[in-house]
């Protein structure tokens, strides 16, 4: 169904961290930008589609005008809104958040160290954009930072504070940016795998809280109302959002799950994990009946290597891309 | 990231060194009396309760260079010397048996399992000497109480940490090589069979479920790999059987610390917070009192690994960098404090230097160093 493309070339390895790499599709531009971690540095490379051109960048996490004091990145993402795309780096310091092409830095918000306990480790991860204005990003302490972003410019405002998690946040999504209506737009994951699921606005409303089975939920995702939750037991649940209900259960990895991805089009769900294999399923939702079909398509297995991130290219899912713990390259397939 | 590190780290990597210089000190015949003292004064000082208790301080993972260095005090807490090139490659090999075990680890709780696999073999190389038993015993304890309640997200932080450290380390080590755990290229060997770990399910199967709750649909799919069920889990109390086999002594099966290295590996770039670290270091050192220091007139040298490349290199009289003679006599009062402050002097020197370029540093914290090496 797929097979490898050439690889692209990265300048360091990427770090064992969940959801590490991020990919941004530029269309009018014929290039994709992708990002991934490497401990205290972000690789970012912009590739043309025509696989003759690649420019590469290093992006530190550190606070603005301080020399030393660069920290580990937990997560890197893009995220796209109707007015502007950003990339947002969250690291054991703080937040930044960049110009799409990792030019500018836009914004830093220093994370707050001094209401933690010592005993625990503080830092950001789980990034999302949602509707129209917002991007989301987690926090340690299981708080959800929502930050207001103008159409431009460099006025972007911490919102509000979501205070429903008790444990560290691992990842956040959404669906129905901008145009769609949704009932509910925003899906957050932590380390004891509880799911929180949300409406946006000028006050966030808590739609539905999906309690885990103290087992961490690594990556999730949201769509057409469903949310797909992968596990460090290497399973993968399907739950309708608004409700709870469990709709499906995929023994899907040997291995903790390190990253979901979902091309929205096509209902493509590619999830990897530290098993050394990518799997690729078909997300079949039929409202009328309210019934989730999952059917197995596809494997690739990266020899010996902990997947780390896995992302699709294009919203049919026709490419995805894939990263690994201590490989210096982002590997690439295609469909056939 | 994880502030929970350290203690696991120096057990790990303290037990791996001693599994080392165990093997060594039985290939070289030398005498168990000696033999026995050099486990015991260094057990004694890595399980020592001082000791411990700052490592269980939540603190950020120390730089490679750090680490390296406490190691080596570590090392020469006994009246056995190593020159600086073995202690690089006890370093080496050490991280690198670490980092396979973090690698392969099948669940993040299991490193655990691996630290107490770690503390059962330390335990039976100083069984003789109970006092030494008795603060493995403690210590186990104190790990057991702060780390059993621990949630699996908390390892994995814990894991990410320690991978990120090993992040890019490839050095080949035969052993590992022989036994096919690490490829030609360094990289360690992940097959897809075996039993899945404790706790988690063989893949295969997806279940569709109705909105009651109640399965409607069950479908295979082919998982691409020949897995089978868990195994049972291992023991998480003080003495128990481990199950895995991650930690256990690989050099006793009669694999020879025969090292072939292929340095492709930084130690990254200065950490701004040296500053804190050797403080940190300075009350570890510190900790070790001039009384635990053997008395003994007369020390012992240890061929640490011999290698065909030096064995040449004696011949041509070459020498890997070491100022002095591969392996020299050396006089343990004399050399032990000159050679500890030497050390410390240089990497505080080297510290120092650095710090001015980014902040202005008080200017005698190099001082302060010397000045509580020269107590000991």
Same mark, same amino acid.
């Given at each position: ?68 004091? @660069? ?6 993402? &893009? ?59 987690? *926090? ?8 207001? *972003? ?76 469903? *949310? ?10 399907? &739950?309708?959002? *608004? ?61 010996? @290597? ?27 397939? @295609?469909?056939? | ?8 780290? %120096?057990? +790990? ?30 057990? =004694?000082?890595?399980? !020592? ?116 450290? %090993? ?11 022989? +036994? ?5 290229? =360094? ?33 295979? %799919? ?5 897995? !089978? ?98 392996? =020299? ?48």
């Amino acid at each position: 169904m797929y097979h490898k493309e050439k690889s692209i070339q990265i300048k360091n390895s990427a770090s064992a961290l969940y959801n590490n790499l991020s990919v941004l599709r530029i269309a009018p531009r014929r290039l994709t930008y992708f990002t991934v971690v490497h401990a205290n540095v972000v690789n970012m490379v912009s590739a043309s589609w025509d696989g003759l051109n690649y420019s590469h960048r290093q992006l530190q996490s550190k606070e603005p005008n301080v020399a030393t004091s @660069t920290s580990l990145i937990m997560q890197v993402a &893009f995220c796209v809104l109707p007015s502007r795309d950003l990339l947002v780096v969250t690291s054991q310091k703080g937040i930044q958040i960049y110009e799409s092409d990792g030019s500018i830095m836009v914004y830093w918000h220093a994370l707050d160290t001094s209401d933690a306990p010592t005993a625990q480790a503080v830092f950001a991860r789980g990034i999302s954009a949602v509707w129209d204005n917002y991007i989301c990003v987690g *926090v340690s302490s299981g708080a959800i930072l929502v930050f207001d *972003v103008p159409s431009k410019g460099s006025n972007i405002t911490l919102s509000e504070v979501l205070e429903e998690h008790k444990e560290p946040i691992t990842d956040i999504a959404s669906e129905c940016s901008g145009s769609q209506e949704c009932i509910a737009d925003l899906v957050s994951a932590d380390d004891g795998g509880n799911l929180c699921v949300w409406k946006s606005g000028k006050e966030f409303q808590l739609l539905n809280k999906i309690p885990g089975f103290d087992m961490s939920c690594s990556s999730v995702k949201l769509w057409k109302g469903i *949310v797909v939750a992968g596990y460090g037991t290497g399973q993968i649940h399907l &739950f309708e959002a *608004v409700t709870g209900i469990l709709h499906a259960e995929v023994n899907a990895h040997a291995r903790w799950i390190y990253s979901l991805d979902i091309a929205p089009f096509s209902g493509l769900l590619l999830s990897a994990a530290e098993d050394s294999l990518v799997r690729v399923w078909h997300l079949t939702v039929t409202p009328e009946t309210n019934s989730v079909e999952v059917a197995h398509l596809h494997n690739e297995c990266v020899t010996d @290597t902990q997947i780390c991130g896995a992302k699709f290219c294009d919203g049919d899912g026709y490419a995805f891309a894939v990263t690994g713990y201590d490989l210096s390259e982002i590997i690439r397939y @295609t469909q056939l | 990231m994880s502030v929970k590190t350290l203690p696991l780290v %120096f057990i +790990n990597l303290g037990g791996e060194m001693l599994y080392i210089l165990d093997q060594r000190l039985r290939a070289t015949s030398t005498s168990e009396d000696n033999s026995e003292k050099v486990m015991n004064d260094i057990v =004694g000082t890595l399980f !020592s309760k001082t000791f411990m208790d700052e490592l269980l301080k939540p603190q950020q993972l120390y730089s490679h260079r750090t680490l390296k260095t406490v190691l080596t005090r570590l090392a020469h807490a006994s009246i056995m010397r190593l020159n600086p090139a073995s202690m690089d490659r006890l370093y080496e090999l050490t991280i690198m048996a670490f980092k396979y075990q973090v690698f392969r680890c099948p669940r993040p709780k299991d490193l655990l399992l691996i630290s107490y696999s770690h503390i059962d073999t330390i335990r039976e190389l100083v069984k003789d000497t109970s006092v030494v038993v008795n603060q493995v015993d403690e210590t186990h304890r104190k790990i057991i109480e702060v780390y059993s309640s621990l949630s699996e997200g908390e390892f994995q932080l814990l894991r990410q940490t320690l991978l990120i450290f %090993f992040q890019d380390m490839h050095v080949r080590v035969s052993l590992f090589l022989k +036994n096919q755990i690490q490829n030609p290229d =360094g990289r360690f060997a992940l097959p897809t069979s075996g039993p899945v770990p404790h706790g988690i399910v063989v893949p295969g199967l997806i279940r569709v479920f109705d909105s009651k709750g109640r399965e409607v649909r069950r479908s295979e %799919f082919p998982a691409g790999g020949s897995y !089978s069920s868990p195994v049972r889990e291992g023991s998480f109390e003080l003495h128990g059987d481990r199950v895995i086999s991650l930690g256990m002594n690989m050099y006793v099966l009669g694999g020879t610390v025969h090292s072939m290295f292929s340095l492709q590996q930084t130690y990254g770039t200065p950490n701004p917070l040296a500053k804190e670290e050797l403080n940190l270091l300075a009350c570890l050192i510190g900790s070790l009192k001039a009384e635990n220091m053997p008395r003994a007139e007369y020390g012992f040298r240890i061929n640490l690994f011999t290698t065909d490349q030096e064995e040449e290199e004696e011949a041509d009289g070459t020498s890997d960098g070491a100022e002095e003679s591969m392996f =020299g006599v050396i006089n343990i009062q004399a050399m032990q404090d000159e050679q500890s402050a030497a050390e410390l002097a240089r990497i505080t020197g080297q510290f120092a230097e650095e710090e001015e370029q980014h902040e202005n540093p008080s200017g005698n914290k190099g001082d302060d160093l010397l000045a509580m090496m020269d107590d000991l």
